[in-house]
Nanobody, 120 residues
Framework: QAQLVESGGGLVQAGGSLRLSCVAS????????MAWYRQAPGKQRELVAV???????NYGDSVKGRFTISRDKPKNTVYLQMNGLKSEDTAVYYC??????????????WGQGTQVTVSS
Protein backbone atom coordinates (compact mmCIF):
# COMPACT_ATOMS: atom_id res chain seq x y z
CA GLN A 1 0.00 0.00 0.00
CA ALA A 2 1.46 3.32 -1.08
CA GLN A 3 1.80 5.87 1.66
CA LEU A 4 3.66 8.96 2.74
CA VAL A 5 4.24 9.34 6.46
CA GLU A 6 5.24 12.71 7.89
CA SER A 7 6.85 13.33 11.25
CA GLY A 8 8.55 16.12 13.15
CA GLY A 9 5.74 18.58 13.63
CA GLY A 10 4.96 20.16 16.97
CA LEU A 11 4.81 23.33 19.01
CA VAL A 12 7.71 25.77 18.87
CA GLN A 13 8.29 29.36 19.87
CA ALA A 14 8.73 32.06 17.29
CA GLY A 15 12.31 32.14 16.07
CA GLY A 16 12.78 28.45 16.71
CA SER A 17 13.40 25.54 14.36
CA LEU A 18 11.79 22.29 13.39
CA ARG A 19 12.73 19.54 10.96
CA LEU A 20 10.00 17.65 9.18
CA SER A 21 10.55 14.25 7.61
CA CYS A 22 8.46 12.31 5.12
CA VAL A 23 9.05 8.69 4.19
CA ALA A 24 7.46 7.25 1.06
CA SER A 25 6.77 3.53 1.00
CA UNK A 26 4.89 1.07 -1.16
CA UNK A 27 5.12 3.25 -4.29
CA UNK A 28 5.85 1.01 -7.24
CA UNK A 29 6.61 3.79 -9.69
CA UNK A 30 9.56 6.11 -10.11
CA UNK A 31 9.20 9.16 -7.84
CA UNK A 32 9.99 12.40 -9.61
CA UNK A 33 9.38 15.56 -7.57
CA MET A 34 8.79 15.59 -3.84
CA ALA A 35 7.34 18.61 -2.10
CA TRP A 36 5.95 20.11 1.05
CA TYR A 37 2.68 22.00 1.10
CA ARG A 38 0.90 23.63 3.99
CA GLN A 39 -2.61 24.69 4.83
CA ALA A 40 -3.52 27.14 7.55
CA PRO A 41 -7.06 27.38 8.95
CA GLY A 42 -9.34 29.16 6.50
CA LYS A 43 -6.69 29.34 3.80
CA GLN A 44 -5.92 27.39 0.66
CA ARG A 45 -3.17 24.82 0.55
CA GLU A 46 0.05 26.42 -0.67
CA LEU A 47 3.37 25.16 -1.92
CA VAL A 48 6.18 25.51 0.60
CA ALA A 49 9.05 23.86 -1.23
CA VAL A 50 9.72 21.34 -3.97
CA UNK A 51 12.75 19.26 -4.90
CA UNK A 52 13.17 17.44 -8.18
CA UNK A 53 14.73 14.04 -8.69
CA UNK A 54 17.83 15.88 -9.87
CA UNK A 55 18.03 17.92 -6.69
CA UNK A 56 16.80 21.28 -7.98
CA UNK A 57 14.74 23.19 -5.44
CA ASN A 58 12.13 25.90 -5.43
CA TYR A 59 10.49 27.71 -2.51
CA GLY A 60 7.43 29.74 -1.78
CA ASP A 61 8.23 33.42 -1.39
CA SER A 62 7.23 33.47 2.28
CA VAL A 63 9.78 30.83 3.29
CA LYS A 64 12.76 31.67 1.10
CA GLY A 65 15.92 32.02 3.13
CA ARG A 66 14.39 30.33 6.18
CA PHE A 67 13.38 26.84 5.02
CA THR A 68 15.51 24.21 3.29
CA ILE A 69 14.19 21.15 1.50
CA SER A 70 16.42 18.12 1.00
CA ARG A 71 16.01 14.57 -0.12
CA ASP A 72 17.52 11.12 0.41
CA LYS A 73 16.54 9.32 -2.76
CA PRO A 74 17.65 5.80 -1.76
CA LYS A 75 15.53 6.12 1.38
CA ASN A 76 12.59 7.74 -0.44
CA THR A 77 12.67 10.43 2.21
CA VAL A 78 12.26 14.19 1.97
CA TYR A 79 13.06 16.68 4.72
CA LEU A 80 12.09 20.23 5.47
CA GLN A 81 14.38 22.18 7.77
CA MET A 82 12.49 25.18 9.08
CA ASN A 83 14.43 27.95 10.79
CA GLY A 84 13.34 31.35 12.00
CA LEU A 85 9.78 30.19 12.42
CA LYS A 86 7.05 32.78 12.56
CA SER A 87 3.48 32.60 13.83
CA GLU A 88 2.28 32.78 10.22
CA ASP A 89 4.04 29.47 9.56
CA THR A 90 1.44 27.76 11.73
CA ALA A 91 -0.33 25.21 9.54
CA VAL A 92 -0.73 21.55 8.74
CA TYR A 93 2.21 20.53 6.58
CA TYR A 94 1.66 17.90 3.91
CA CYS A 95 4.17 15.81 2.03
CA UNK A 96 3.62 15.25 -1.69
CA UNK A 97 5.25 12.86 -4.14
CA UNK A 98 4.85 13.01 -7.89
CA UNK A 99 5.46 9.68 -9.61
CA UNK A 100 5.45 8.41 -13.17
CA UNK A 101 3.68 5.13 -13.94
CA UNK A 102 5.00 2.51 -16.34
CA UNK A 103 2.75 3.95 -19.05
CA UNK A 104 4.06 7.47 -18.50
CA UNK A 105 1.06 8.79 -16.60
CA UNK A 106 1.70 11.03 -13.62
CA UNK A 107 0.18 10.19 -10.28
CA UNK A 108 0.34 12.12 -7.00
CA UNK A 109 0.56 10.84 -3.48
CA TRP A 110 -0.19 12.79 -0.30
CA GLY A 111 0.61 12.29 3.33
CA GLN A 112 -1.86 12.76 6.16
CA GLY A 113 -0.19 15.93 7.36
CA THR A 114 1.66 17.03 10.47
CA GLN A 115 0.71 20.03 12.58
CA VAL A 116 3.21 22.83 13.08
CA THR A 117 2.26 25.47 15.61
CA VAL A 118 4.43 28.52 16.23
CA SER A 119 3.69 30.53 19.34
CA SER A 120 4.53 34.20 19.43
Amino acid sequence: QAQLVESGGGLVQAGGSLRLSCVASGIRFSIDDMAWYRQAPGKQRELVAVITSGGSTNYGDSVKGRFTISRDKPKNTVYLQMNGLKSEDTAVYYCNADAVTFSGRRVEYWGQGTQVTVSS
